[in-house]
């Protein structure tokens, strides 16, 4: 079977590999790709956007399925787009239809959805540029610090946490009335701040059953010991210790199982990932967030650790039939250490050759922003190569990891040395 991979970060570098491995998976294609997805498939041009540029490549290269990384294209309906068409609604693709993805293109249609079913999360209200002073008056009484939320896709930089009430009010009449992220803070979500570490939980579905992946744990700040900026995720960590059989029940009990089924009371049609963002409150989850599709740098640590046919189990969610699939799942750990460019999360430089990658013997390098030049590779993005190794235990993950991020160099490179200090 042939199939189309879409996107070009870490995360589709990994699923490349995975479904590389694969007897089920004829010719692969990704689009557009990066310079390490060449070693898994054939890069393709194409937006993740251009769903008839898409489409048309399908029917061209007799595509058996299409596999969406990132939110975006699923934001906007590619699904949709794909079913509504009568050349194109016979090839599977792997990733809600619009309606689905609002778990995460809507914040605040997220959150009323926890509501309805149940599912245990951090208490909220949603304030409009109408209701400023309602969402002032709110904010005088929710309690510090407070976590502010744009309720639609900001690219992982929608999320402020106020620590105080004046910059809290300041902050939502800058995100209400001078739109600070754009058309997603046209609508603001005020949440509770939760006390507690933060997990990662992945779900595939086809809409009637679920596998529950393994979990990870991911660490978002620029700096070491957690300080600093936010970024797009810096490192990841899989198997996570605190997230125990019993811990892991809480979660299959309160959470997957009421999402699942409340999506199909819904008549809410979901193929594919659901990635829940959780905080472990004292031993008890509470969901923070929803995604539509696996997470990165997680999804880098995840696929390292699943040992089962990755296409099979894909299969299983196009035909509805993924109970009768087998998932395994290795004891091992997985560490990533992401390697950014300098100067990010901020401006940063680019266009670096970067070499040494050939040196790395005992991790797998997963490429992000990266493209090729000439011979040379060389830097695109903010984030540029996950750095992921499997070892025996969790410190020995981590040094592996740690040590083949250091063989690899470029012009301004950074990586933290203590991504699963805070687990050891």
């Known amino acids: 079977m042939n199939i189309l991979l879409l996107?070009?970060?870490?995360?589709?570098?990994?699923?490349?590999?995975k479904i590389s491995q694969s007897p089920k998976c004829g010719k692969l294609f990704i689009a557009p790709g990066n310079a390490g997805t060449t070693q898994y498939g054939q890069n393709v041009n194409i937006k993740v956007t251009d769903f008839a540029?898409?489409?048309?490549?399908?029917?061209?290269n007799n595509i058996g399925l299409v596999l969406v990384g990132p939110e975006e294209p699923l934001v906007k309906g590619i699904h949709d787009f794909f079913l509504g068409d009568e050349k194109l609604k016979h090839i599977p693709v792997i990733g809600p239809q619009k309606e689905g993805a609002q778990l995460e293109g809507s914040k605040d249609f997220s959150k009323a959805f926890m509501q309805r079913h149940n599912i245990p999360a951090a208490a909220s209200k949603t304030f409009t540029r109408d209701?400023?002073?309602a969402g002032f008056e709110y904010l005088a009484t929710a309690g510090l610090p407070v976590v502010l939320k744009a309720d639609g896709l900001a690219a992982g930089k929608g999320v402020l946490i106020c620590l105080t009430l004046e910059e809290a009010q300041l902050e939502l009449a800058e995100m209400l009335t001078n739109a600070k992220f754009g058309d997603a803070s046209s609508k603001v979500v005020v949440e509770q701040f939760l006390q507690g570490i933060e997990l990662s939980v992945f779900v595939m579905t086809d809409g009637e059953h679920y596998k529950i992946l393994p979990e990870a744990k991911d660490y978002k700040r620029i700096g070491e010991g957690d300080t600093g900026l936010n970024t797009g995720g810096m490192g990841s960590v899989s198997p996570v210790p605190f997230a125990d059989a019993a811990f892991m029940k809480?979660?299959?009990e309160r959470v997957i199982i009421p999402t699942v089924e409340g999506l199909k009371k819904e008549n809410i049609p979901y193929k594919g990932f659901i990635f829940?963002?959780?905080?472990?409150?004292?031993?008890?989850p509470y969901v923070i967030e929803y995604n539509c599709r696996m997470g990165d740098p997680e999804t880098e640590s995840v696929m390292r650790r699943i040992n089962s046919d990755f296409v099979d189990l894909l299969q299983g969610v196009a035909e509805g039939s993924l109970d009768k699939k087998e998932l395994t799942i290795s004891a091992k750990t997985a560490a990533t250490v992401v390697i950014v460019a300098g100067g990010y999360?901020?401006?940063?430089?680019?266009?670096?050759?970067?070499?040494?990658?050939?040196?790395?013997?005992?991790?797998?390098?997963?490429?992000?922003?990266?493209?090729?030049?000439?011979?040379?590779?060389?830097t695109t993005g903010g984030?540029?190569?996950?750095?992921?190794?499997?070892?025996?235990?969790?410190?020995?993950?981590?040094?592996q990891a740690t040590a083949d991020a250091s063989r690899i160099y470029w012009d301004g490179m950074y990586f933290r040395r203590d991504i699963g200090f805070d687990l050891l």
């Open 7 to 17: 996107g070009s970060g870490g995360r589709e570098s990994a699923f490349a590999w």
């Open 53 to 60: 540029g898409i489409g048309e490549f399908a029917l061209e």
């Open 131 to 133: 209701t400023l002073q």
């Open 250 to 252: 809480k979660v299959e």
């Open 276 to 284: 829940i963002g959780l905080m472990n409150c004292n031993g008890e």
């Open 345 to 378: 999360p901020g401006e940063y430089l680019k266009n670096r050759v970067i070499t040494g990658i050939e040196n790395v013997h005992e991790s797998i390098v997963f490429h992000a922003g990266t493209s090729m030049q000439g011979e040379d590779i060389i």
């Open 383 to 399: 984030r540029v190569l996950a750095v992921t190794t499997l070892q025996d235990n969790l410190f020995n993950a981590l040094q």
